[in-house]
């Protein structure tokens, strides 16, 4: 996406003042509704033994985590981008880099997740030798190390033929802006299809393994299946962040006056509700994180 072409229409159409005050409100009431049902199950698994010696409420609570995480730093750089407009390239490649991080996360934590799914399901009488919490706790490291590395290179490529001025530079907090290098993109495309290929394989073979490994009437299986397919349809969320810079320019050609509005609601779709999915979905869904949960929510 020509990242200059898209600073220059949001200059020429940027909000009035009560507009942005009421996209900001908007975003923040999500943010805090978001991030207070993620504290509260992240308050539960800390005061309750039975699940921080589970490997899957480990993972759960890891998901919970790295999302909320995530949603902060993209509100902060909305708010940003809204009230300063332009920082500090050095600053914004921090934020930049932590929330690629924590998005790239997500996706590598649900085929963990569906992976314990299966070994609960198909091994019943190994899981507990499988998935012990030191693994667990080796995995989660393994998914920061491999997020880390896909997302380095791109501050490596571009330390290496930007100037020094450019780091003291303001801009506006785009990954485009601060990453201009058109090595880049192509090097996005390439590990994203990598890791959706992967990660799908993964989806597919376990849900499939599950339906014929397990009896049919079986309880556990049933409701593996379905957390299984919930997972597929939360990595189809996560599949629309990657399609999102060709969506915007499809977008801002064909109607560049309501350029903003565009990407204010693409940016609610796509990347606050969907982090609404894991406190929901695995807190309020799970017996005995709900029966826990209740006790803590409102305090």
């Not at 981008?81 to 991080?101: A, D, E, H």
């Not at 799908?200 to 049933?222: L, M, R």
């Not at 810079?245 to 499809?250: R, S």
Request: with cysteine; aromatic share 12%.
């Amino acid at each position: 996406m020509n990242s200059s072409v898209n600073v220059t229409v949001v200059l020429e159409h940027r909000d009035s003042f009560s507009k942005a005050v009421i996209k900001n409100v908007i975003v923040l009431l999500l943010g805090f509704s978001i991030n207070y049902i993620s504290a509260a199950l992240i308050y539960t698994f800390h005061n309750h033994q039975i699940f921080y010696t589970n490997p899957r409420y480990i993972l759960i609570i890891h998901l919970v985590v790295n999302d909320m995480i995530q949603v902060t730093l993209s509100i902060i750089l909305f708010v940003i981008g809204f009230t300063l407009y332009r920082i500090n390239v050095s600053v914004c490649c921090i934020f930049t880099l932590l929330t690629l991080i924590t998005t790239e996360n997500t996706p590598l934590n649900l085929a963990c997740m569906a992976m314990e799914c299966y070994i609960a399901v198909c091994f019943p009488l190994r899981h507990m030798q499988i998935c012990t919490v030191r693994r667990t706790l080796m995995l989660i490291g393994f998914i920061w190390n491999i997020s880390i590395l896909s997302v380095l290179p791109d501050l490596f490529i571009t330390l290496a033929t930007e100037p020094l001025d450019f780091f003291h530079s303001r801009v506006f907090c785009l990954r485009e802006n601060v990453f201009p290098n058109p090595l880049i993109p192509l090097k996005r495309e390439i590990i994203y299809s990598l890791f959706l290929v992967i990660i799908w394989i993964t989806i597919f073979y376990t849900y499939f393994k599950i339906i014929f490994t397990a009896q049919s009437a079986s309880k556990n299986a049933k409701k593996a299946r379905n957390t299984i397919l919930l997972h597929g349809i939360q990595l189809l969320l996560c599949m629309a962040t990657y399609a999102g810079p060709q969506v915007l320019e499809v977008i801002k050609q064909g109607d560049p006056t309501n350029y903003i509005d565009h990407l204010f609601a693409f940016y609610i779709i796509i990347h606050v509700l969907p982090r609404s999915i894991s406190p929901v979905l695995y807190g309020i869904r799970d017996k005995t994180f709900r029966k826990f949960l209740k006790g803590h929510l409102w305090c």
